[in-house]
């Protein structure tokens, strides 16, 4: 180790690694070395750490702002499968036994 400084230490142990502070103006302000590596999680990852606290502190609200989305696509994947074999099912084959009746009753010079 001669050949670094005294007092030296990695970036990864140097006091204030990858931390972020507020200023007085309430401005996130990163340490000049927070790009590298990924020392604390809530750091590189905000708007997570936005709804963990919102969960912790009303659990009902963040409940329904992530649970009403998911329902909502449920439903949706509920009704367009239902649509589905509603026309598959039901309406397709009641187009095609009226169509295969019309076809019979018709001339049967005009077939052809």
């Known amino acids: 180790m001669g050949y670094l400084p005294k007092g030296w230490l990695p970036p990864a142990l140097s006091p204030g690694f990858g931390r972020s502070s507020i200023d007085r103006r309430g401005a996130l302000k990163r ?3 927070a790009h590298v590596g990924c020392s604390n999680f809530f750091d590189w990852c905000p708007m997570l750490a936005a ?6 502190l009303r659990p009902i609200l963040a409940g329904s702002l992530l649970g009403i989305p998911i329902l909502t696509l449920i439903l949706l994947g509920v009704a367009a499968a ?3 074999k ?4 039901v309406i397709l084959p009641i187009i095609a036994v009226v169509w295969i009746i019309k076809r019979l009753r018709r001339d049967p010079i005009r077939t052809m």
Not at 86 to 89: E, G, P, R, S, V
């Open 31 to 33: 340490s000049a070395n």
């Open 82 to 84: 239902f649509v589905l």
């Open 51 to 56: 709804l963990l606290r919102l969960f912790a």
């Open 86 to 89: 509603l026309t598959l099912f």
